[in-house]
């Protein structure tokens, strides 16, 4: 009764177009680091060029590194002119919203957890943790729910994988209890 | 026929109790995952890799197939109870396919997509059985020159042919082989780009790589951009199909099939095109034109069809050439070589058990997945009801657990962190993934192609155009080597021949051609509407986006 | 004053919004009917679909009874947003429809019926299906 129904155009432009291009001169700029770093580290190779091998191991990454700034270059041009890449779309992705720095870099801080402990807390505590703090993260409120969930999985694949089929993860401080 | 011979002993092979039961599970896992959104087959054949490392190469490359298929026939369901599809390739069997399902006649879509690629698989694999000995046998007589142009011609292709941008396909392209840069050169030991860093001697491993980019790269983009979007899932009941619908349902399957074989095969090709060229097809040749846009079941048999012929094809070049043609071709083959397999022309040869078996496999997980999938398919659909956080959280849960696995050591969970980002950002500024992950695999063997020719040759770089005649001791052009070599320049310069083409040609060829290039564009904007409902006085909306990815 | 009624296309939130016609014709009030899902997972059996809206404008419109309806997917959990909208419109009852959990159920689960009885600012009527439906 009250419900209006209105079909728009084209998805909304995700933001102005000047700060999304400067965003792109960033890639250039990663090309060309990484560009560098290439063909520092081929400069420092001895090419020993032999009867077997006439080419050395010199030759490919200094095309490589050199790629890489020619890329950069071009790609910086390509930006000047307004060219700009499509961000992935797909259908858990909303791209008419500004980009959720906050939940990525908390999803972020708990895989760096996850790096850390691992060894120590072995993999069913850290690996759990890892699942229960990503799924809080990405917004599930079943605290309770989701702690079972994890424990299951933590424990199920260490018992599935590590001793069953024999796939190397850690115990860690469970070492002998589990 | 030998080749006869090699099929019945691979069924042996696969017919194996193990190999049976890891068949069922990939084609389980990958109907499963197909279903759910945002998750395709190349990141659950990635993820689950490292699960295989302690089964027998043959089992576990058997699982990672069955996973492979059983990803479509996932894709397909959702695609067609939901209008989103879970596979890019699902887009075009969405078209038709959902309107079936909104017109009541979900079943009969649901029946005819399981059906044709079940007809589509089986005649896919024949034709595999019956090409791989015979490309395998050219591919040997391949010299080294002949073999680098060619793979130089795969990863050009890959890069210069899919997708929009052609610039960022080749920086995707250079930043792969500066990650199969890494480690010591096989030829003369000396490390390259390891920084002093002992783990990194070995190289990156590429399930890393390939777990980083695709799982994780996704699952903080998808963090990053959470959409929620609840879409209406059409209920269905057991799928069946009426004799007039299998009436014209036939002939769609088996052009489809025809069409997806070819596409599947060559490099670039992939399965989008394949789909839509079948659709368009179909529309054409249809005795009942008036029902394509409400629903018609020629426009879900074609494209299904051409869907899982392009899979079968896809293992072709994958199995006798060693050439990935797709993403999940691409992780399969890292993880032959993860197994310590070789692959490349020789592979049918040394490990034909496998090869074999692998062929075989791909019969009995395709009518595994057509026994499954036609009653099972309303279960299927209850798997979109498991929440985002659980299915991305997941993700990083198994990606975590297959990257440590790998060496057993945290620092692959570094290296994962690194790819991880760096799958963001390629996400983020439209740069392609799949050049970057042939670039890891295949670049280190383009480069040894390439020395070993230029070896043959004693340095001279006619070795690359040509090889020494064993008997004359002459030197001999090699004509394969330069056909290829032209065909990497024509579709380097493709844009401006095509601009050349349109101020030549006549007004109407040249609008063909365009047409032709133009038409995906088309579907895409079909698909890509907001519906915006308002309620009079509340400040919420429903936003409903349908994007194919 | 208006009455709200939370619906799902369930038994219980049928019963709900039949309830809810048949108090509103009597006090002669207007209905809110609202729906929601978190958005969660692709697939929500709560969410009402464009059919199910259309039954519960009928059985409303039979019912001789104004109404509007508030969809919405925000993230939010079905009893925040009904609490919110009980608010917002100081509404004079609030119409629930609940089944029957066992007590694991109810932990593990949680429960927006319990937590809309506790949070809501006006009466609650919480209606159980009915055996046929």
Redesign the interface.
């Known amino acids: 009764m009250s419900e209006a129904v209105a079909a728009a155009g084209d998805q909304p432009a995700a933001r102005p177009a000047r700060t999304r291009n400067r965003a792109e001169y960033g890639v250039c700029v990663f090309l060309a680091l990484v560009g560098v770093v290439v063909l520092v580290d081929a400069l420092q190779l001895s090419n020993n060029r032999t009867g077997v091998d006439p080419l050395g191991p010199k030759p490919v990454p200094v095309f490589v590194g050199s790629l890489l700034m020619v890329l950069a270059v071009a790609l910086a041009v390509a930006v000047t002119r307004g060219s700009q890449g499509e961000a992935e779309a797909g259908e858990d992705i909303d791209l008419s919203q500004p980009v959720d720095i906050k939940t990525v870099l908390l999803l972020l801080g708990v895989f760096v957890a996850n790096i850390v402990l691992i060894d120590f807390l072995g993999w069913v505590i850290s690996g759990g943790l890892l699942f229960y703090g990503s799924a809080i993260v990405l917004g599930s409120r079943h605290f309770i729910r989701d702690l079972v969930i994890s424990a299951a999985l933590s424990l199920g694949t260490f018992y599935g994988f590590a001793i069953g089929l024999g796939v190397g993860l850690p115990a860690g401080i469970l070492q002998g209890i589990l | 026929m030998e080749s006869f011979q090699f099929l019945l002993n691979g069924f042996a092979t696969a017919a194996t109790p193990i190999n049976l039961l890891l068949s069922l599970i990939g084609v389980i896992i990958g109907t499963a995952v197909g279903v759910l959104p945002g998750i395709g087959p190349a990141m659950t054949v990635a993820l689950l890799l490292p699960i295989t490392y302690n089964l027998e190469p043959t089992g576990a490359i058997i699982m990672l197939a069955g996973i492979f298929y059983g990803g479509m026939y996932g894709g397909s369901t959702t695609s067609i109870l939901l209008n989103t599809p879970g596979e890019s390739s699902s887009v075009v069997t969405a078209i038709e396919g959902n309107l079936m399902a909104k017109g009541g006649r979900a079943a009969q879509a649901l029946a005819t997509a399981a059906v044709g690629s079940w007809v589509a698989g089986t005649i896919g694999t024949l034709l595999l059985a019956f090409f791989a000995p015979i490309v395998t046998r050219f591919a040997i007589s391949l010299g080294a020159p002949e073999y680098f142009a060619v793979m130089l011609l795969a990863f050009i292709a890959v890069t210069a042919v899919l997708g929009s941008s052609r610039l960022r396909g080749f920086i995707s392209l250079a930043l792969g082989l500066t990650v199969g840069l890494v480690g010591l050169d096989s030829v003369s030991g000396q490390a390259r780009l390891t920084f002093g860093i002992p783990q990194l001697g070995d190289g990156i491993d590429i399930v890393v790589v390939a777990v980083g980019i695709f799982a994780l790269g996704e699952a903080l983009w998808v963090a990053a951009h959470l959409r929620r979007q609840v879409a209406e899932v059409i209920p269905v009941g057991r799928p069946w199909m009426g004799k007039s619908d299998f009436k014209r349902s036939w002939k769609p399957w088996l052009r489809g099939t025809a069409l997806g074989f070819p596409f599947g095969a060559i490099p670039a090709g992939g399965a989008e095109i394949p789909t839509f060229l079948s659709y368009i097809t179909e529309k054409r040749l249809t005795k009942h034109p008036e029902e394509f846009g409400k629903g018609a079941i020629e426009g879900v048999a074609g494209p299904e069809a051409a869907n899982n012929a392009s899979a079968a094809g896809t293992m072709v070049p994958m199995l006798s050439l060693g050439l990935p043609t797709n993403a999940t071709a691409a992780v399969m083959l890292a993880a032959l070589v993860s197994y310590g397999i070789q692959p490349g022309p020789l592979l049918l040869q040394r490990e034909g058990e496998l090869v074999w078996g692998l062929i075989a496999s791909l019969f009995i997980g395709n009518t595994l997945l057509l026994i499954l999938n036609l009653p099972l398919a309303p279960m299927w659909a209850k798997l979109l009801r498991i929440p985002r956080p659980y299915l991305y959280a997941g993700i990083l849960f198994f990606a975590s657990m297959g990257a440590y696995a790998v060496n057993g050591s945290s620092f692959d969970l570094i290296l994962l962190l690194v790819f991880g980002l760096i799958g963001f950002g390629m996400r983020r500024f439209g740069l392609p993934v799949l050049p970057l992950i042939v670039a890891v695999i295949l670049g280190p063997r383009v480069e040894l192609q390439g020395r070993r020719a230029l070896q043959l040759s004693s340095g001279d770089v006619k070795g690359l155009f040509g090889s020494v005649d064993v008997a004359t001791g002459q030197f001999q052009l090699s004509a394969l080597a330069i056909v290829v070599y032209v065909i990497i320049v024509l579709i380097l310069l493709w844009p401006l021949i095509f601009k050349v083409i349109r101020k030549v040609l006549p007004a109407k060829a040249a609008a063909v051609i365009e047409e032709i290039s133009e038409e995906p564009a088309l579907a895409v904007a079909e698909h890509h509407h907001v519906e915006v409902t308002q309620t009079d006085e509340g400040p919420s909306r429903t936003e409903n986006t349908e994007t194919p990815k | 004053m208006t009455i709200v009624v939370g619906y799902t296309p369930t038994p219980a939130g049928r019963a709900a919004l039949v309830a809810a016609a048949g108090v509103a014709a009597e006090r002669n009030r207007p209905v809110i009917i609202v729906n929601?899902?978190?958005?969660?997972?692709?697939?929500?059996?709560g969410?009402a679909?464009?059919a199910d809206l259309d039954w519960a404008?009928s059985t409303l419109e039979e019912a001789g009874v104004?109404?509007?309806?508030?969809?919405?997917?925000?993230?939010r959990?079905a009893s925040e947003e009904v609490v919110t909208?009980l608010e917002e419109?100081d509404a004079e009852l609030c119409v629930i429809g609940i089944r029957h959990r066992t007590a694991v159920g109810k932990?593990?689960?949680?429960s927006n019926a319990h937590r809309i009885l506790m949070d809501a600012p006006c009466p609650v009527l919480a209606v159980k299906a009915v055996d046929h439906d």
């Open positions: 929601s899902s978190r958005g969660d997972a692709l697939a929500d059996p969410f679909t464009p404008r104004e109404f509007s309806i508030r969809q919405s997917v925000r993230g959990e909208v419109v932990m593990l689960m949680g």
